[in-house]
Every structure is written in C-alpha cells, then in structure tokens.
C-alpha cells in the first residue's frame, strides 16, 4: 500500500478536502486538484468480503510528477501554480514533510513507487497483521494504505472468493508466523497458496462462486451488518469442488 512518510498531512477526510476543492480558484485549478487526492483504506476498514471507507482521502504526487510536468518553471513556482489551494495547506507540515525518509523529489511529492497505477484497478486486499484473515474486494478507485498488501490481476472475485475460503484459511494457518496474539497476513504465504487453475471442466464452478460473491457484496453495500454466511458455505462448499477434496479431506478442515 501506500506509505506517505507523514499521514497527518497526506492524508484528509471529507471535510478538509472539501475545503481545499473549496478554496479553488477556478474549476480547472479544482479539476486538477481532484485528480490528484484519492479515496483511501486503511487496514482497520478491511472486512470480509467487503470494506468501510471511513471517508479519508489521500494526496498523491507521486516522485518525478513535478519534474516531468513543469519543464523549464522553477519546481516551487509550478507546484504552487497548478495547485495554489492544496499547497497552501500542504505548507503547514513543510518542516516535517522535507525531513521525512519517505519523499519524492520535493516534499510535496511521496516516494517513488513503481506500481502507483495498479491502485486504480479492482483488487484484493488484505491486512500485513491480523488476528484474523480476511480479504476484501477492492473496487478500482480506492488507494490501500502500507498496512495492507494487495493483488491486482484477472478473476479478482473468484480469487477473493477462494482466498476467504476454509480450504485457505486452513492452509494458512498452518504456514503464517504468528506475533504474540495475532497472526501475520505475509505476502509470501499467500503468493505460495495454490490456486486451482480455471478450466473448461471448471469454469461452471467458478462463475457460480464468482455469483455467490456479488451477492455478498451487494448485501454489505446495502447493510453492512447483513449476515452472509449461507453464501459463504456455498462457497465453501464449491471450494471444496475445485480442489478435488475427498469427504475426509473436507471433514479435517471443517474440523
């Protein structure tokens, strides 16, 4: 996810990025200025299944995006034209922007980071420490923040499904390093979990999980606290399917 090096400042709710939207001069200034703060999730509002944004926002100017965009302008100068209402505010941490690790090429600008554009795809996500697995369905405008990790790619809610699944979990649990209480959600654990690869014999099994999963989501959507776990044994119980798992084999890990 995304590590700003100073969250006090880069990251705003609703109310302060109003106010910077507000304090535009112009429509192209708020235009501009609206591209670049995203909707953001931290690893508390990842659930299963589903998310709660908590309505926080992050600002994003990725290392060499003023360098790149302001050709021969004095970097100072360009930064605070194209953005006049979101620099005014970003002055009041320049002290402790400029002394933090993790920068850009100017304090305005967040480290450098390869992988910026996969936040604006449909993801997976889930938490690097928890005392309970989960993984959550991500739509493609939301920023996750370094407390979680994330998957990008195709089959994103059949892979969310699988991954939710007691056949994971199970495999899991019995891999992951545990910290005092919790247990920790490492990425290598789960990029070794072997997934059932889609088949023509399969793919009927997929797209009734792959269904299963709108459902869940839709009902979180509209209810949060909406129970779902009849769709979840459904799932379970596909899972199961795809892993070509024997009555006994299932019996253990239901157990």
Not at 181 to 202: D, F, Q, R
Request: aromatic share 12%.
């Amino acid at each position: 996810g995304v590590l700003t090096g100073l969250n006090e400042a880069f990251i705003i709710d609703d109310t302060k990025r109003q106010e910077i939207l507000d304090n535009c001069k112009d429509e192209d200034e708020r235009r501009r200025t609206e591209a670049i703060i995203k909707p953001i999730l931290r690893g508390r509002d990842i659930k299963r299944y589903y998310y709660e944004w908590a309505g926080l926002w992050v600002i994003v100017i990725p290392a060499g995006w003023t360098n790149e965009k302001r050709k021969n302008e004095a970097p100072e100068f360009f930064i605070e034209c194209q953005f006049p209402s979101l620099i005014k505010y970003l002055k009041n941490f320049e002290t402790k922007a400029k002394k933090r690790d993790d920068q850009g090429d100017y304090w305005w600008e967040l480290r450098a980071c390869a992988y910026y554009p996969e936040f604006e795809k449909e993801k997976v996500v889930w938490n690097r420490i928890t005392n309970e697995v989960v993984f959550s369905y991500v739509t493609d405008k939301y920023f996750v923040l370094d407390s979680t990790f994330f998957i990008v790619g195709k089959k994103i809610k059949f892979l969310t499904a699988v991954l939710n699944s007691k056949v994971a979990l199970n495999w899991m649990k019995s891999s992951l390093a545990t910290l005092g209480k919790g247990m920790y959600g490492a990425k290598i654990y789960v990029e070794k979990l072997p997934i059932p690869p889609i088949t023509p014999s399969n793919q009927s099994i997929v797209s009734q999980i792959e269904s299963l999963v709108d459902q869940i989501l839709a009902a979180k959507k509209t209810n949060h606290a909406a129970d779902t776990t009849a769709w979840e044994k459904e799932i379970d119980q596909l899972v199961y399917k795809l892993y070509e798992l024997e009555p006994e084999e299932i019996a253990i890990i239901e157990k």
